[in-house]
């Protein structure tokens, strides 16, 4: 059986498992590859247009053979057999087209625009893929000026958090960074004020300004905010809870102080 062969310009067919082309996209199904090659991958026409209509590189756009074509991309395209294609796939009901897309990485400098005054969000090793897909969409959507992520948090760019993300990912700019002193000498430098979450203050959410220049953590799901960003917070809050509920979940949380930074804004102006 041929392993490739053209069907045009900028076309070819893939029916071998040890094609080259399916080979880098099953890698990349794993963080340590989608870091060695700094791309990942995309899947489904709406996440392809996104990533076209935001400036994501695509490297190489992958298509089943019982995928009816579109024009979405100008793009070197694989058709693959449906077989292939479906063990490339992250979903149970693959839609038929995927692409492999380089990662956008950004200085400290690129990442901190000269006197913005726009706000963060800072994720400090979250680990659930759904909480760390809808935060970076919701950030999006609130206006945020891009997302600082913690190592030790899950890898933005695997599937399931490409996926939650739809497509916020091509236009909320992403910075990864070592260490919470690292990020607590960033926000500082960029005059940042550091807000972070605790039952034990006296400050609730809507008590104080969050219209700009708020950087606002994040913590892992089971353990909180760590102890540095804590102790280097600039402003402590909590948001009000009835009953013996002690926390919310993290995406949960974060949406309502993103959303608090919108509504000061609507209402000043």
């Given at each position: 059986?041929?392993e490739?062969?053209?069907?045009?310009?900028?076309?070819?067919?893939?029916?071998?498992?040890?094609?080259?082309?399916?080979?880098t996209?099953?890698?990349?199904?794993?963080?340590?590859?989608?870091?060695?090659?700094?791309?990942?991958?995309?899947?489904?026409?709406?996440?392809?247009?996104?990533?076209?209509?935001?400036?994501?590189?695509?490297?190489?756009?992958?298509?089943s053979?019982?995928?009816?074509?579109?024009?979405?991309?100008n793009?070197p395209?694989?058709?693959?057999?449906?077989?292939?294609?479906?063990?490339?796939?992250?979903?149970?009901?693959?839609?038929?087209?995927?692409?492999?897309?380089?990662?956008?990485?950004?200085t400290?400098?690129?990442?901190?625009?000269?006197g913005?005054?726009?706000?963060?969000?800072?994720?400090?090793?979250?680990?659930?893929?759904?909480?760390?897909?809808?935060?970076?969409?919701?950030?999006?959507?609130?206006?945020?000026?891009?997302?600082?992520?913690?190592?030790?948090?899950?890898?933005?760019y695997?599937?399931?958090?490409?996926?939650?993300?739809?497509?916020?990912?091509?236009?909320?700019?992403?910075?990864?960074?070592?260490?919470?002193?690292?990020?607590?000498?960033?926000?500082?430098?960029?005059?940042?004020?550091?807000?972070?979450?605790?039952?034990?203050?006296?400050?609730?959410?809507?008590?104080?300004?969050?219209?700009?220049?708020?950087?606002?953590?994040?913590?892992?799901?089971?353990?909180?905010?760590?102890?540095?960003?804590?102790?280097?917070?600039?402003?402590?809050?909590?948001?009000?809870?009835?009953?013996?509920?002690?926390?919310?979940?993290?995406?949960?949380?974060?949406?309502?102080?993103?959303?608090?930074?919108?509504?000061?804004?609507?209402?000043?102006?």
């Open positions: 059986m041929t490739i062969f053209p069907l045009g310009e900028n076309r070819m067919k893939i029916t071998s498992g040890e094609n080259q082309i399916y080979k996209a099953a890698q990349l199904k794993q963080k340590k590859y989608r870091d060695e090659q700094k791309k990942y991958l995309i899947e489904g026409p709406n996440l392809i247009r996104e990533a076209m209509q935001n400036g994501g590189d695509i490297e190489m756009i992958i298509q053979e019982d995928f009816n074509p579109e024009e979405i991309a793009a395209m694989a058709v693959m057999s449906s077989g292939l294609f479906r063990k490339l796939s992250d979903t149970e009901t693959p839609q038929g087209i995927m692409a492999i897309v380089k990662k956008k990485a950004y400290k400098e690129e990442f901190f625009s000269p913005t005054k726009s706000n963060l969000i800072i994720l400090d090793r979250l680990q659930d893929p759904g909480n760390i897909g809808t935060i970076i969409r919701t950030a999006d959507a609130a206006g945020y000026q891009g997302v600082i992520v913690l190592k030790g948090t899950a890898d933005i695997s599937p399931k958090i490409v996926r939650a993300a739809a497509g916020s990912l091509f236009r909320l700019p992403a910075l990864m960074v070592d260490t919470p002193d690292e990020v607590v000498r960033m926000l500082k430098q960029n005059r940042k004020n550091i807000i972070c979450t605790t039952p034990n203050c006296s400050s609730y959410y809507y008590d104080i300004d969050m219209k700009e220049n708020a950087a606002v953590i994040i913590g892992n799901e089971g353990n909180g905010v760590c102890d540095e960003f804590m102790t280097h917070s600039d402003i402590l809050i909590k948001i009000p809870m009835e009953g013996t509920i002690e926390s919310l979940n993290a995406a949960v949380s974060a949406g309502i102080l993103m959303y608090e930074s919108v509504r000061q804004k609507y209402q000043e102006s």
